[in-house]
T-cell receptor, first 113, second 113 residues
Framework: GENVEQHPSTLSVQEGDSAVIKCTYSDSASNYFPWYKQELGKRPQLIID?????GEKKDQRIAVTLNKTAKHFSLHITETQPEDSAVYFC????????????FGKGTMLLVSP | SQTIHQWPATLVQPVGSPLSLECTVEGTSNPNLYWYRQAAGRGLQLLFYSVGIGQISSEVPQNLSASRPQDRQFILSSKKLLLSDSGFYLCAWSVGQLYYGYTFGSGTRLTVV
């Protein structure tokens, strides 16, 4: 089955800096890669996703890039703000009827004012 | 609109006691339902998922079981809890494909003492 590795496990940045979280996956047939954000004590929520026919996708201050050859994808957050502090999870799946999401172990992002 | 209800929010149970966590979804029909566990505040581990009434797929052999007695109801159970069952249990739902558009419940924090 799919295996998703996520790095780093913890990331501390100053407000205004950029943050990058990286994930690798093992199943070359995976073609759907969402990112979820979980604030302390709350439920994970989808913030952005990318499909394998797209190399990059942006939504305001967040962007996701995908390198299918290397089997890795990354989340980029620019101009970080304290409210960006949370645990971020990457995930991967095949876009097929019976494939569930496989999540990475998460990255705790701390943005200091 | 669709909503997901999960209860209780917090639970403290002694080792060896039974467990029943319930999740219900409103505003949609024939959802895919999932149980995830998050141990020590990190990592989302898929425990069970269901594509229909009475259909349960288990991802990890363990001390837990799941049932889906009604279309929008998903129950996580254990006959005898272990210390290692402590964690944050999240129910989620999606419609259509199993990999896409997860909406998570607010979670149950279970502490086994």
């Amino acid at each position: 089955g799919e295996n998703v590795e996520q790095h780093p496990s913890t990331l501390s940045v100053q407000e205004g800096d950029s943050a990058v979280i990286k994930c690798t996956y093992s199943d070359s047939a995976s073609n759907y890669f969402p990112w979820y954000k979980q604030e302390l004590g709350k439920r994970p929520q989808l913030i952005i996703d990318i499909r394998s026919n797209v190399g990059e996708k942006k939504d305001q201050r967040i962007a996701v890039t995908l390198n299918k050859t290397a089997k890795h994808f990354s989340l980029h957050i620019t101009e970080t703000q304290p409210e960006d502090s949370a645990v971020y999870f990457c995930a991967a799946s095949r876009r097929s009827g019976y494939s569930t999401l496989t999540f990475g172990k998460g990255t705790m992002l701390l943005v200091s004012p | 609109s669709q909503t997901i209800h999960q209860w209780p929010a917090t639970l403290v149970q002694p080792v060896g006691s039974p467990l029943s966590l319930e999740c219900t979804v409103e505003g949609t029909s024939n959802p895919n339902l999932y149980w995830y566990r998050q141990a020590a505040g990190r990592g989302l581990q898929l425990l069970f998922y269901s594509v229909g009434i009475g259909q349960i797929s288990s991802e990890v052999p363990q001390n837990l079981s799941a049932s889906r007695p009604q279309d929008r109801q998903f129950i996580l159970s254990s006959k005898k809890l272990l210390l290692s069952d402590s964690g944050f249990y999240l129910c989620a739902w999606s419609v259509g494909q199993l990999y896409y558009g997860y909406t998570f419940g607010s979670g149950t924090r279970l502490t086994v003492v």
